[in-house]
């Protein structure tokens, strides 16, 4: 076996490989921006409650629906942004900061999801859900993926500035600007629809490795905005990439073994990238005259 | 009394509330255009409340608030300690490019003009050749001098400060002061929160001295005599012993009342009203 046939060959001779991959590429293209925020707003474990909150909405779809795309996608979606705009509301109207009203949501909605799951499905269905599966990302749900993709760029393209400044001096917003809120739930959608857009290839759980892990990476590597938006992007094609092979070759869940590898990368990252990663700060105490 | 031309913002009978609890009562008069005015008054006596209610960033519970921002013009507010990310990735220029977000908006670009007016604001702060600069690599002190660069990029009618020089060096105050001096001089209002009353003193023509109600409000010299502060903390530990620890202090609570008229009250930016308490003891 050749390194080409190793590294090529399975997207070369599987079209459902070439579909995952062209997939995972259009998924960093929107995770890489929104997952840099995500961290640069301190919300990483935010992502990590609305994956958790799709579920109950995907169950409902695939109670109705079947294996629906269309079904699963819509109910998870819908469920997302339930969960998103009810904690901002209570989070508004109550003392209660918005990580708590997050995790107290999500954890009612993930509890239903597996109630959902368990009591209509078989158990290979709930981890269908819970992981994804290569097999499915069909023609269907490339579009969709495309779809959000480009909902993501364009509409990041007209709400970044506010957004970035939400995010770097929240009381200059206020003062000058009465649209932060509306920004904050744009933003909050896109991350839904981005988590909806992966559940399929990496399941509900999964879908948002492929978003956080390469932004927590790029910090590490990068210093300005762009760049970071853009080297998460990069870095989570290339998990994409990898861990699709891994998956092929070694017969494991595509999920897990896509997010591993950008997980893989984030600790290559913070042991050795050139931004205050552990081996740069180490060099510095060596260096410094003290 | 509201569409008066020289009257910059115009307090009707105002009362603003925190979280329920009123924090500035029955507040009327108003600041005239051009004026230089500090507000001063012990901790919790409602002063950052005001500024708040100033900027139009909450509503009176009773009264009427008439700012520039309502009447066609503009305000430029700098709250107390900003809830600012100070590690962002963003430049010291595309910070003080915010300025001009009434201009450049949502989606507006830079123009050559914006960013020229941009790097004068620097240049009026001392920060000439600062424009690449992360913002996370500057001091707390120069942090500040880019946030008054971009108070100028503003380029508003009304500055409201809040405790603008609680976190910074005593060069770095001088030179603010001077500049907050020479905004009076091109024609603003400007109103600051201030706790050093050497500096009210030295540099803002007008005073108002707040105690939850107001105590004096005028020339500075009138305003800052050892009666009205001595009365103004008589106050504002009136509405301490009525609403609770977070009102003053929680170190005037622990003092004995015999001690109570030599004492200095302190907050973490350094003494307060010492100088009130010294003349206070001249006085006797």
Known sequence: MTLYDLVFGPFAEFGFMRRALVGCMALALGGGPVGTLLVLRRMSLMGDALSHAVLPGAALGFIFGGLSLPAMSTGGAAAGLAVALLSGLVTRLTPLREDASFAAFYLISLALGVLLVSTHGSNLD??????GSILSVNDTALILIGVVATITLLTLAAIWRPLVVECFDPGFLRAVDGRGGLVHTIFLALVVLNLVAGFQALGTLMAVGLMMLPAAAARFWVRELCSLSAASSALGFASGFLGLLLSYHLDLPSGPSIVLVAGIAYVISVLVGPRASLRTLRLRRRWSPS | MNGSPDRAVVLDNVTLAYDGNPAVRNLS????????????????????????GMAGLLRPAAGLIRSAGQVGGTIAYLPQHAEIERGFPISVLQTV??????????????????????????????????????????????????LFARLIAQDAGLILLDEPLAAVDWRTSEDLLRLIASWQQEGRTVAAVLHDLDQVRA??????????????????????????????????????????????????????????????????????????????????
């Open chain 1, 126 to 131: 709930l981890l269908h859900l819970l992981f």
């Open chain 2, 97 to 146: 490019l915010l300025g001009h977000w009434r201009r450049i908006g949502w989606t507006g670009g830079a123009t050559r003009k914006l960013r020229e007016r941009a790097q004068q604001a620097l240049a009026a702060v001392g920060l000439e050749g600062f424009e690449r600069r992360p913002v996370e690599t500057l001091s707390a002190g120069q942090f500040q001098r880019v």
């Open chain 2, 203 to 284: 540099y803002f023509p007008e005073t108002l001295l707040l105690a939850c109600e107001p105590v004096a409000w005028g020339p500075t010299r009138d305003v800052l005599m050892p009666r009205n502060l001595r009365r103004a903390r008589r106050v504002a530990e009136t509405w301490s012993g009525n609403a609770g620890h977070h009102w003053t202090d929680p170190e005037s609570w622990a003092t004995p009342a015999l001690q109570r008229d030599h004492r200095v009250i302190e907050n973490k930016s350094g003494p307060l009203w010492q100088d009130g308490v010294g003349s206070d003891r001249s006085v006797r």
């Open chain 2, 29 to 52: 008069g108003a600041f005239i255009r051009g004026s230089l005015t500090a507000i001063v008054g012990p901790n919790g006596s409602g002063k950052s409340t005001l500024m708040k």
